[in-house]
């Protein structure tokens, strides 16, 4: 129920002005030029009206009050809408129960809605709903559930009477599917419609993305096959370090032990034999002849000592060149196992050429030219392999450089380590020789001469001993140093797996060689592993990865598919619901026409009937466009393919064969009981009828009236009128005036309260 209209600075009602309509019929009237006809303009700028012709203007700006030389013009213009939102019976249906009760606007669960339009001197307006701004189509969508359409079927205004009857056959239609209350399934179709549009454009999107990632799943997929092949490698290398690295470390362990205590036990034993030796050179000092041979062992002994020194320096160097070569000679070896060769195109196809022009020789039948082509074809392959069978990059040649430089240089150390060993035979020799012939000189000490002889020897023993157990004990050292470096290598390629192994408390009953030949096997393992590409778990996370996506993906393509098809099913359901009761309605509106007409015109008949629908179609017009300006965009667009509606009249005693034949009056009648016939069938919540009745006579103002009074019942009626016959029909009359400041004013009057005053 409509409670109010609110207006400031819209058109020439410059101050606030309030309207209250509580009576079920409400008259405007004034004189011309008094501003009344701006109330109905008020009503359609309110509601959403987008076309500027309809408010009598050119644009926005003409509807701000402009000013006058008493009032400065105003910067905006606002008109509000309030309607009674309280829960109720509507008109002409009769409640079984309290729940059968409604709001008439069903959406929104207050007891008053305030709906507002308000536009400003640079062109931009505003809609606000109880206070807050919402879009334009925000309130088309609202004021259609509570049967308030776009096409103005509830708003005839001054000279626009037979606006009904004059409209496109297609505009008639939209009047009528608005006053049967069909906009807002028109608006759920619309966005189903975009709704769906924008499905498809997902859907087109979600399969141009899979057609994107299939040929880069398809490549993981080689890849990660590949790695799953080379997985089976990976734990075999993983077993294989297991059993070596476990019997390896409980070798170098055992062996460093025991020759450890082997060096100690033999340094033991030296230093003894040496201190007693030492002793028995002491005892021969008090001659001359003593001490020439005293001096003779300590410059044999100092000879040996610095022989032996030089020697362990040089075993230390011998090491380190042996270690740099096993580390040289292991690159090598993986740089010559490389299976790509780098040949230059060049030679590619001066190879590709020569064999394409030798076979064309062989092509021919002469037998001699066909074996020197064979042959020339076999010499220039054989030169060809010759130049690229063998890696030769420049990595590959330092390395070689570097591995016979270190084996010359170990070479050396060798051959120098053999003097050594000579000269230290040599001092060893002299050293006796000088203590036998102490001893020869010491006749006392014959009986010493043994035991000094077998001390000599214990010492050379447990010193070459010392030497060799120190020997051991670097290799060892090496040995350790590799393992570690093999562990290292190990733990990249095959993980963790490689080193989890439990210690051994026993070397198992075997030769050395057996675990060299497992060090070899492990060494192969791990070539092959290198080749297979072990490892990738990057790549098999991306290939993880990709599927997932492409699961996602086809998983959402698949819920866009259903979607899809729920709106299409949902489109086709409203297209059934919207053709159902627009059939129904126009049966009902027909009824309701034929009954009002045969009243207005005391006979004929009057209906209304779908025009028979031409090849093609259009949809909206460009001046329809224009009109609507820039906020068209949220207005459904007219589908073409519908069927316009024709008025077909039958005048009593009367030969009428088109519309245009009718007099302005009987125009006006026939759309009066076309309007009122519309507004019977689905009531709006108001009516506002704009001087409707200026060309009816007495008699049919009447008439005119009695409609008037029961189509109150059904729908708030605002009637601008300047009919006696009509002013008397309403319970609120308000009177517009103008003075000479170009602002309109209200003054108003209650019949009912006027009444109860004059009694």
Same mark, same amino acid.
Not at 601 to 613: D, N, Q, R, S, T
């Given at each position: ?21 509580? /009576? ?41 009050? /402009?000013?006058?030389? +008493? ?26 129960? @309290? ?57 005839? /205004? ?33 966005? @189903?419609?975009?709704?769906?549009? =924008? ?14 990632? %299939? ?99 040089? +075993? ?120 036998? %012939? ?124 259903? +979607?899809? %098809? ?20 126009? @049966? ?125 019942? =059904? ?28 602002? +309109? ?15």
């Amino acid at each position: 129920m409509l409670k109010r209209l609110e207006i400031a600075g819209f058109k020439s009602f410059a101050r606030k002005t309030v309207l209250d309509f509580s /009576s079920a019929t409400t008259a405007v009237v004034g004189p011309n030029g008094s501003g009344k006809s701006n109330i109905a303009e008020a009503f359609r700028f309110a509601l959403g009206e987008q076309s500027m012709k309809s408010m009598r203007g050119k644009r926005s700006e003409d509807l701000i009050f /402009s000013g006058s030389h +008493s009032s400065a013009r105003a910067n905006r213009a606002a008109v509000t809408i309030v309607f009674d939102n309280m829960p109720r019976v509507r008109p002409g249906h009769h409640a079984s129960n @309290a729940t059968d009760a409604t709001r008439t606007f069903p959406k929104l669960d207050f007891d008053e809605v305030s709906i507002e339009r308000a536009v400003f001197r640079d062109g931009t307006s505003e809609y606000l709903v109880n206070g807050a701004k919402v879009r334009l189509r925000d309130v088309q969508e609202l004021l259609a559930s509570a049967n308030i359409g776009e096409s103005g079927h509830h708003i005839i /205004s001054q000279g626009e009477a037979d606006r009904i009857l004059l409209a496109h056959p297609r505009e008639r239609r939209a009047m009528l599917e608005d006053a049967l209350g069909l906009k807002a399934f028109e608006f759920k179709k619309l966005d @189903a419609e975009r709704k769906l549009e =924008k499905t498809d454009a997902n859907m087109r999107e979600v399969e141009s993305l899979r057609r994107e990632i %299939a040929p880069h799943i398809r490549f993981l997929k080689k890849q990660v096959e590949r790695l799953e092949r080379a997985a089976s490698l990976v734990q075999e290398l993983a077993l294989a370090c297991q059993t070596y690295f476990g019997i390896e470390e409980l070798y170098l362990s055992t062996e460093k032990e025991r020759a450890t205590k082997e060096r100690a036990q033999a340094t033991e034993r030296l230093t003894a034999a040496a201190a007693q030796l030492t002793a028995f050179d002491e005892r021969n000092t008090n001659d001359v002849e003593g001490m020439k041979h005293a001096e003779r062992i300590r410059v044999a002994e100092r000879e040996l000592d610095r022989v032996m020194q030089e020697r362990s320096v040089l +075993s230390r160097e011998l090491g380190r060149v042996e270690g740099a070569l096993e580390g040289a000679k292991k690159r090598t070896v993986a740089v010559a196992h490389d299976p790509y060769i780098k040949i230059p195109r060049d030679e590619l196809e001066i190879l590709c050429t020569e064999v394409e022009n030798q076979s064309q020789v062989i092509e021919g039948t002469n037998p001699e030219a066909i074996k020197a082509a064979l042959t020339s074809l076999r010499a220039l392959v054989r030169v060809f392999f010759e130049r690229f069978g063998t890696p030769n990059d420049d990595y590959l040649a330092d390395e070689e450089s570097l591995v016979h430089s270190l084996e010359s240089e170990r070479e050396g150390m060798l051959a120098k380590d053999t003097q050594l060993a000579e000269s230290t035979d040599t001092n060893r020799k002299a050293l006796m020789r000088a203590r036998e %012939a102490s001893m020869a000189y010491d006749e006392t000490g014959r009986e010493e001469r043994h035991r000094v002889l077998e001390l000599a020897e214990v010492k050379a023993r447990e010193e070459s001993a010392v030497v060799r157990l120190d020997g051991r004990l670097r290799e060892l050292s090496m040995m350790s140093e590799e393992l570690e470096r093999e562990r290292a290598e190990a733990l990249a390629l095959a993980g963790s797996a490689a080193l989890s192994y439990a210690p051994l408390t026993q070397l198992p009953q075997e030769e050395r060689r057996v675990q060299e030949d497992r060090k070899r096997g492990v060494e192969r393992l791990k070539i092959r592993v290198e080749e297979a590409g072990g490892g990738g778990e990057d790549v098999k996370k991306e290939y993880e990865d990709a599927v997932a996506r492409e699961t996602f993906l086809a998983r959402e393509l698949e819920d866009l598919a259903k +979607s899809s %098809a729920g709106l299409r099913e949902l489109i086709s359901d409203l297209d059934t619901e919207l053709t159902t009761t627009f059939t129904e309605g126009l @049966a009902r509106v027909n009824a309701s026409f034929g009954e009002f007409f045969a009243l207005m015109f005391g006979g004929g008949g009057a209906k209304l009937v779908l025009e028979e629908l031409p090849v093609g179609g259009r949809g909206r017009s460009e001046e329809e466009d224009e009109e609507l300006g820039g906020e068209a965009d949220d207005l459904p667009v007219a589908k073409a393919g519908k069927a316009g509606i024709e008025i077909s009249v039958n005048l009593p005693k009367k030969r009428v064969q088109a519309l245009m034949q009718l007099s302005g009056g009987e125009r006006a009648l026939t759309s009066i009981a076309l309007i009122f016939a519309m507004s019977q069938v689905n009531p709006p919540p108001f009516l506002i009828l704009d001087e409707t009745d200026a060309a009816l006579d007495e008699a049919n103002s009447r008439r005119y009236g009695d409609m008037i009074e029961e189509l109150a019942k =059904k729908s708030q009626l605002i009637v601008i009128s300047h009919n006696r016959e009509t002013m008397s029909r309403a319970g609120i009359l308000y009177g517009v005036t103008m003075g000479s400041d170009g602002i +309109s004013k209200l003054l108003s009057i209650k019949f009912d309260e006027a009444v109860a005053v004059a009694k």
